[in-house]
Nanobody
């Protein structure tokens, strides 16, 4: 089992930057893919970005060229650098880790983009 704890969410102005962090503990050696998802009020939870244990990344079209996902295997963390933030990026951001085809989730961190 894997435990995930997100941090870094806050209120930021449009055009600003923010970095989210997710710390993993537990059976971390068995994690294959880690990623970030987000859920806005009244909407479904959508994929933002993923990264494999080998460093391969993928992004939702809406965040390409603005967001960067990275992974520090030594520190068991995954980061999401978010630049040029827009109001539509406002959501609760969830960290995800896949272990033996099972999804593990953090508690979420709120990101609000507003002037």
């Amino acid at each position: 089992q894997v435990q995930l704890v997100e941090s870094g969410g806050c209120l930021v102005q449009p055009g600003g930057s923010l970095r989210l962090s997710c710390a993993a503990s537990g059976s971390i050696f068995s994690i294959s893919v880690m990623g970030w998802y987000r859920q806005a009020p009244g909407k479904r939870r959508d994929l933002v970005a993923t990264i494999t244990s080998g460093g391969r990344t993928s992004y939702a079209d809406s965040v390409k060229s603005r967001f960067t996902i990275s992974r520090d295997n030594a520190k068991n963390t995954v980061l999401l650098q978010m630049n040029s933030l827009k109001p539509e990026d406002t959501a609760v951001y969830y960290c995800n880790a896949i272990v033996a085809l099972v999804n593990n989730w953090g508690q979420g961190t709120q990101v609000t983009v507003s002037s």
